[in-house]
Structure formats: C-alpha cells, structure tokens
C-alpha cells in the first residue's frame, strides 16, 4: 500500500470527514459510501479509459472464485468450448477450476520448460472460436507477463491481471473481462474488481445462485448483498493516489520500468550467482524472480536480506528461489535498497 494513503486511513479511521462515523460503521447504503463506491468506479473508469461498452463490478472471493464465476458464466449454455492459455502457476489453476464447468481447450501450456517463457505470437493467429480465451497478464509466482497483448483471438479475451493491475494503461475494449483480485497492486485483500463487456452479462444463466451471477452485479451496482466497503474505500484512496500524486498510469509505467530495470541490470551483471527464472522476453515488471547457485547461498542471501530490513524474497512455496515483488506502491528507494544489496552480496559470493 502507499504510505500516503495508509495515513489517509489511518486519519479517516475513527471518523470519516462529515460524516462523523467510520467507513466501518456507516451503512453500505447511506449516501456517504455510495459516494465513496463511485468514486472508486469513477477513478478506475478514468485511470483505465474504460469505455461505455463495459460495466467495472466489486466483487468478492479473490481471483479464486473468478476462476469459477467465468466459466459458470461465459461458458454455461455455450455450445463452443473455452481456451486457455496457460503460463504459470495461476492461469493452471484457472484452467482445473474451468474443466469443471464444462469443455475447455488447454492451448498452451509452458509446464515443459517450467513456465520460464510465453507462446510466440504466432499462437494467437491459431486460436479459432471459442466461448471465450483465459489468459494470465503476470504470472505472479513464475514472474513472466505479457508486456503487451501480440494478437486479438477471434473470441472474447479474458485476463487475469490480479499482479499486474493498473501498472499500466491497457485498451479495456480489447477485453471480455479484465478482472484482478486488489490486494496484489490495488488495495487491501476483500475486493475484486472485474471490469466485463456489457454484452457478456447476457451469457449469464437465470438459475445461477445470485452471487456467482455477473449480470445480477451489474443490475445492482455491485450491491445485491453488501459489498465488501472498508476494501472498496481504501482501493478509491489507491486510485486517487494513481492519478493526483503518482500522474496516471503512464507515468505510473515509467515507474515501474525504472524499478525492474535495476534489479534485472544487477541479475544480468552477476549471472553465475544470480539465475534469472523468466526468458528476458518475458520478464515481469512486478515480480523479478532468480535463483541462486545452491540453496546454502540461496539461506545466506535470506539471512542477510532480513539483516538488511529487506523482507518478503523467498520465493513462493512451489518453486523455491527468490522473488522480489515490486508493485506500484514499492518505492524506487526501496528498490535501489535490494539492488545495493544484491551487488554486495556479490561482492563476497561472486
Ligand atoms: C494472487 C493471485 C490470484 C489469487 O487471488 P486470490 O484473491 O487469493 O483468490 C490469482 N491470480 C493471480 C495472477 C494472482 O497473482
């Protein structure tokens, strides 16, 4: 989270300005956090240049429960299967969730060389018909994400950006749906937000349960049962710090470019020590992920870290090595802190 904003809430805790409650005890139907609930909408609108076509929803059950929701949705009732593409750790768990709903088309997946690298573009030209086509914009754990979208499949495009959220700015009228979870890149854990082509919530089946209904969402604002609010209020505070102190999402990429690039130059200048997992094709903005020549080094490049104030590199449980996640509310300084470490540590195990 931005320092800026914790301090808002911290500020705003006891008493939110004239309203003289907190967030957490006023009504999700009283005036005061309507209005905060579209604000939020209306500066996600704004960052992201969302177009009429589409409707942005508040949801909640994480990104887990999307991988469900889409195919309940989008697929049900469909008579052409699903696609997926599947880069990482992520878009295979949306793929496992998906076969239970119905007929699904594995693309692409990079298991075979350990989701080191993305399809080559050509892949996109291949992909046929579909209900719809999942992919994983950054593979949080692997640290591999697509820089740009290479192709339009000929079906509705579908995209988890759970790490990679307004990082950037996106074309939202290339997307289906373009859903993240917040609490990587947008706010605290509670909310997920899923922006969706109007023309999609008609794929919505009328026997679905109410909650895992998109169209019943957009038919109620997002409130057909009470939204998840303290979320909501802090991610509007992430948006207003996105676009009045950071600049909006350009500058926001100029950021982040800066704050991989470090980290990647100091991987590149020591390779015999630091083994970068990603292809440099593929490389995420977000999560900057190597491994180290044995796990002995791996344990003392930990330790030292910890020794450093540096916390947070293990790599995720599944793969091991390190990861250091550098999302928009990372400073550059505490960036130029790992990389200076890094070329210390270097120096004594190079
Ligand atoms: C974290 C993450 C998820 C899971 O999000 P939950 O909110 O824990 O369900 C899904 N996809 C990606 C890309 C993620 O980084």
């Known amino acids: 989270m931005p320092v800026p904003v914790l301090e808002q809430i911290r500020d705003e805790m006891l008493c939110l300005p004239g309203v003289g409650a ?17 604000d939020a909408k209306q500066r996600l609108i704004r960052l992201l240049g969302v177009p009429q076509t589409h409707e942005v929803l508040f949801l909640q059950g994480g990104s887990r429960l999307q991988f469900s929701m889409i ?11 699903a696609k997926y593409l599947v880069t990482g750790t992520w878009g295979k768990s949306a793929y496992d969730e998906a076969i239970k709903e119905g007929p699904v088309d594995l693309v ?3 298991k075979a060389t350990n989701y080191d690298r993305l399809p080559e573009p050509s892949i996109w030209d291949q992909i046929g018909s579909g209900s719809y086509l999942h992919v994983t914009s950054n593979e949080t754990i692997q640290g591999v994400q697509f820089q740009d979208l290479p192709g339009m499949p000929a079906c509705p495009l579908v995209c988890d950006s759970s790490s990679d959220f307004l990082h950037r ?9 373009l859903y993240a979870c917040a609490q ?9 937000v899923l922006v969706i082509e109007k023309g999609l919530l008609q794929r919505s089946q009328k026997d679905l349960p109410g909650y895992l209904s998109f169209r019943n969402h957009a038919e ?16 509007g505070l992430v948006a207003k710090w996105l676009e009045e102190t950071v600049g909006g999402l350009e500058a926001m990429l100029t950021r982040n470019q800066k704050k991989a690039r470090r980290l990647y130059d100091v991987v590149d200048r020591y ?9 440099t094709s593929c490389r995420s903005l977000m999560n900057v992920t190597f491994r180290l020549p044995s796990a002995e080094v791996e344990k003392a490049f930990l330790k030292g870290a910890q020794e450093a104030m540096l916390d947070g590199l293990k790599g995720h449980r ?5 990861r250091a996640s550098i999302y928009n509310a990372m400073p550059e300084e505490g960036v130029e802190t790992l990389a200076c470490y890094m070329e210390q540590f270097a120096a004594h195990h190079g």
Not at 271 to 279: F, I, N, V
């Open 108 to 110: 692409w997946d990079g």
């Open 71 to 81: 195919p309940m949705n989008l697929l049900r009732g469909q008579s052409l299967a």
């Open 271 to 279: 390779p015999q020590l630091y083994q970068g997992h990603a292809q």
């Open 22 to 38: 907190s967030v957490m005890e006023i009504s999700h139907r009283s005036d005061p956090f309507l209005a905060i609930q579209e």
């Open 184 to 192: 990587k890149n947008a706010g605290p854990a509670g909310v997920t």
């Open 169 to 177: 700015p996106v074309d939202v009228s290339r997307y289906g749906i």
């Open 318 to 322: 599944s793969v091991g090595g390190i």
């Open 220 to 235: 109620n604002d997002s409130m057909w049962n009470t939204p998840p609010t303290f979320a909501i209020y802090a991610l």
